[in-house]
């Protein structure tokens, strides 16, 4: 069964480095998400992309977040300075089409830790 | 703000019985609604979706949906011991351009032997 992966499963940085958070959505599935989680909290959407640009991004997706789709497989979150607070599991998402029926597939997370 | 909002619990129910998870959304314009599965450290595993009022099945689980009440809500019968985790409400308003979901705290269930 197709599925989302995520790499890496873990990331430890310190505050105020650039990290990229790798994510391969499933093959044929066009739109893309970010969320994140910080332990404890709810599931918190960042930013969805589609056709090469950002669809929708919430306020926590400030200028230090960006999105990438590098190549046909790939999606990836930058994040430019990290901070403390960044730390939180980043989950990778996607659906085949955009109607609100479309069910989006989370993949396994990274864990983000900075010190 | 488009809030969604759940009983934090923890629900104790006694194996082999149901489980009642209950969920209310704020925005009236949403369309779609899920309920995801997280075990704890993993991530989100979709359980049900419904679109339409009234009740959907899928084995021992059924959504229920009330947009009038804007209540949605997840039965689990025969309730095992590997359904003990958090269930997440989750809400799509298809904005037209973001497709995002708004989740609930999330529930957490605890199925006792």
């Known amino acids: 069964e197709p599925e989302v992966t995520q790499t890496p499963s873990h990331q430890v940085t310190q505050m105020g480095q650039e990290v990229i958070l790798r994510c391969v959505p499933i093959s044929n599935h066009l739109y893309f998400y970010w969320y994140r989680q910080i332990l404890g909290q709810k599931v918190e959407f960042l930013v969805s992309f589609y056709n090469n640009e950002i669809s929708e991004k919430s306020e926590i997706f400030d200028d230090q977040f960006s999105v990438e789709r590098p190549d046909g497989s790939n999606f990836t979150l930058k994040i430019r300075s990290t901070k403390l607070e960044d730390s939180a599991m980043y989950f990778c998402?996607?659906?085949?089409?955009?109607?609100?029926?479309?069910?989006?597939?989370f993949g396994p997370g990274t864990r983000l830790t900075v010190l | 703000q488009k809030e969604v909002e759940q009983n934090s619990g923890p629900l104790s129910v006694p194996e082999g019985a149901i489980a009642s998870l209950n969920c209310t959304y704020s925005d009236r314009g949403s369309q779609s609604f899920f309920w995801y599965r997280q075990y704890s450290g993993k991530s989100p595993e979709l359980i049900m979706s419904i679109y339409s009022n009234g009740d959907k099945e899928d084995g021992r689980f059924t959504a229920q949906l009330n947009k009038a009440s804007q209540y949605v809500s997840l039965l689990i019968r025969d309730s095992q011991p590997s359904d003990s985790a958090t269930y997440l409400c989750a809400v799509n308003g298809f904005t037209g351009g973001g497709n995002k979901l708004t989740f609930g705290t999330g529930t957490q269930l605890k199925v006792e032997l």
């Open positions: 998402a996607s659906s085949a089409g955009q109607g609100a029926a479309d069910t989006q597939y």
